[in-house]
């Protein structure tokens, strides 16, 4: 017990995560009943979490930057449209279906480090700020994309695209093992790495890094390079799901991104965040997003419902603040 | 201090933009240089311009609000629900409708203001969550039913076919639409309250430097619930606007459409970390916005290009600002990143 105390202090937002989590998913469980947790059910959420998972991540990334990244879902729509083209033999034809997948993949995931690289080009050398810059790139992507396909969608893969969004791997779907590599591989990088540090120093105070002989410029584009890349996959893993290729796929996904972020405890202000915290945001989300599904809520009962807890969080969150600021002040004193 | 100049560089710049993009219109289609065709712009822009004056002076205080497409639906929706079920005749009025949508405006507006100066979180996020909550709100417990063009109160469709007077061509007769008094009444009303008001000033302070407004004494707080009220009141005006324009009301209208509104500002030189911004530019903006929408068509671009070139301008318009301010820092070595 004095174990689980003293780990629990040590990270207060981590452990009040662990709380949430437990708590939504048996309640969920309670009130759902049996078909809540079905292995069917478990696998769908496992295909489902690495699409809006990448781009949760690549917002956690502008979120610690002290920056914002709203292109994210422009840009995966962008790259999965570019890929789809490809891969449906409407530009290069007479591509070998082998070759067609291997040239699709490689453009789209092109395409979005372009769009990324873009986004890090206009915020680090223009100074322009991230929420604008990536308000302007998000217009400019969507509209790339309605005027390659004029709205229409594109429909016609290769059967063994398709099929890669279903497969399994020893029981666990393939796109889940994917991104469970890259998100370690993106926790490793914050926690144990010299660009890591970099990252929350920079969201801390950019000021201060460019004095403490930081590339500013050169990490800027780099991290936004990377979430262009997080999102071109995430355009891929929705195209090969829903089997088509269309302007405005997966546009709920910002505010979900966004509150998976905050849920997570990372500061939209930038310099505090944790990937463990944003891995427990992303699966609470899911499970809620489940139960959405299984008592089929409208589009519209569901905005009111996101739109509710994002503010709510981030009112928790608030308060929360205070109450440690208040001790803070206490401990001052004495 | 320098002059404040009635027309200046960027606004010459898009005054040349608009010009060469008409000239090369009436090149390929000679129709298009018409009154018949100014007069469908304004008329067709009445509700983005309207927004937009409402949008730079949130902008302008440092804020931004992407909730006011669904304050704007809020307003329209409920009203058009209030008018179609009352009884009392004396509701059918065009100035109950306004007032009502424009109270409703108010109302949210205030809670955003509320939200985002207590939180002290972006106001993106924040009034990304709003519009949500608003929609989610409206379509939940108020309703999702479509009015058609039968079930639209008399009042909006007098609105929308009266004419404010006519002109004579030698192609015939022409009206201006009466909706050009509530852009031209919100227009002169937001050019008062930002140039010959106390209000206006501290508008403009709290967006060039919270910390420095606060020490020559303005609220900022105060500042916040104006600036959001108006924001809100505005999108009440649009609201009532587009139900008489378009003549019907679908739950899922409107929103969506903000990302254009504030590409529009934008685009007319508004400065998005704030204290900067002129209305005609705004307004030029605007027109810029609706010419790509309405005349692609005459070039032999599909509609589906508007975002690509309303995207790549903004691209444009908020490097070339960025750089500028970027270069003049660099000078007097200040650093902001």
């Known amino acids: 017990m004095d174990r689980i105390k003293k780990w629990a202090a040590k990270d207060s937002t981590l452990s009040a995560l662990f709380v949430i989590f437990f708590v939504t998913a048996v309640s969920l469980r309670l009130v759902v009943g049996k078909t809540m947790y079905t292995p069917e059910r478990l696998m769908l959420m496992g295909f489902q979490i690495p699409e809006f998972g990448l781009i949760a991540l690549g917002m956690t990334f502008s979120f610690l930057l002290g920056g914002i990244d709203l292109s994210l879902v422009a840009n995966a729509n962008l790259s999965g449209i570019i890929g789809a083209y490809i891969l449906t033999g409407i530009w290069m034809p007479g591509l070998s279906p082998e070759m067609s997948i291997v040239c699709g993949i490689v453009s789209a995931l092109a395409a979005a480090v372009i769009c990324g690289s873009l986004n890090g080009i206009l915020i680090a050398k223009f100074s322009v700020p991230p929420m604008i810059a990536t308000l302007s790139t998000m217009t400019f992507y969507n509209g790339v994309a309605m005027a390659l396909t004029g709205g229409e969608s594109i429909i016609g893969f290769p059967k063994a695209f398709t099929r890669f969004s279903t497969a399994t791997l020893l029981g666990i779907p393939v796109l889940f093992v994917l991104f469970a590599i890259i998100t370690a591989a993106l926790g490793f990088l914050l926690s144990a790495t010299g660009v890591g540090r970099k990252v929350y120093l920079y969201g801390e105070n950019p000021v201060a890094s460019r004095f403490s002989a930081i590339h500013n410029e050169r990490l800027i584009i780099g991290i936004f390079t990377q979430n262009g890349f997080l999102a071109g996959l995430s355009g891929l893993a929705i195209v090969s799901r829903v089997t088509t290729a269309k302007v405005g796929y997966g546009d709920a996904y910002l505010v979900q991104a966004m509150l998976v972020a905050i849920i997570g405890g990372v500061s939209p202000s930038g310099g505090k965040g944790k990937i463990s915290g944003v891995i427990i945001a992303i699966i609470i989300i899911q499970v809620l997003s489940s139960a959405f599904t299984i008592w089929q809520l409208s589009p519209y009962n569901r905005k009111l419902i996101w739109g509710f807890v994002l503010i709510f969080v981030i009112f928790m969150n608030h308060i929360i603040g205070l109450y440690g600021q208040r001790k803070e002040k206490t401990l001052k004193e004495k | ?337």
């Not at chain 2, 937009?52 to 205080?61: H, Q, R, T």
């Not at chain 2, 100035?95 to 106001?123: D, E, Q, T, Y």
């Not at chain 2, 031209?184 to 407004?213: D, H, P, Q």
Request: some cysteine; hydrophobic content about 55%.
């Open chain 2, 1 to 337: 201090m320098r002059k404040r100049k009635v027309i200046n560089r960027t606004e010459w710049f898009l005054i040349g933009i608009i010009f060469l993009y008409c000239a090369m219109v009436t090149l390929v289609n000679p129709a298009f240089l018409s009154f018949e065709t100014l007069f469908d712009i304004l008329r067709s822009s009445a509700v983005t311009t309207i927004m937009a004056a409402g949008i730079m002076v949130v902008i302008i205080s440092g804020g931004i609000d992407v909730s006011f497409t669904a304050v704007a639906l809020f307003g329209a929706y409920v009203t058009t629900k209030i008018l179609t079920e009352t009884s009392a005749a004396w509701m059918e009025h065009l100035g109950i409708a306004f007032l009502l949508s424009i109270f409703m405006g108010i109302i949210w507006g205030l809670l955003n203001a509320v939200i985002v100066h207590k939180l002290k979180l972006p106001a993106f996020i924040i009034t990304l969550g709003t519009q949500n909550l608003i929609f989610g709100v409206m379509t939940t417990f108020i309703g999702s039913k479509t009015y058609g063009a039968a079930a639209i109160p008399k009042v909006f469709s007098r609105f929308a076919s009266a004419q404010l007077f006519r002109i004579h061509t030698a192609s015939g007769t022409i009206g201006v639409s009466s909706f050009v008094i509530p852009v031209a009444i919100v227009l002169a009303l937001t050019w008062f309250i930002m140039y010959k008001t106390k209000m206006g000033r501290s508008i403009f302070a709290l967006g060039n430097s919270e910390s420095a407004a606060m020490r020559i004494g303005i609220n900022p707080f105060r500042v916040r619930l104006f600036v959001y009220a108006y924001m809100g009141a505005l999108a009440g005006v649009a609201g009532v606007v587009y139900v008489s324009q378009v003549r019907s009301m679908y739950p899922n209208a409107l929103v969506g459409d903000e990302l254009s509104v504030i590409a529009a500002a934008v685009i007319g030189g508004t400065k998005l970390s704030g204290g900067q911004g002129k209305l005609l530019g705004a307004f030029l903006g605007v027109l810029i916005v609706h010419l790509l929408n309405n005349t692609l068509i005459f070039l032999g671009l599909s509609s589906s290009w508007n975002d690509f070139f309303i995207g790549a301008l903004m691209i444009v318009s908020v490097s070339v600002t960025a750089y500028q301010e970027r270069l003049k820092n660099r000078k007097h070595f200040i650093f902001t990143e």
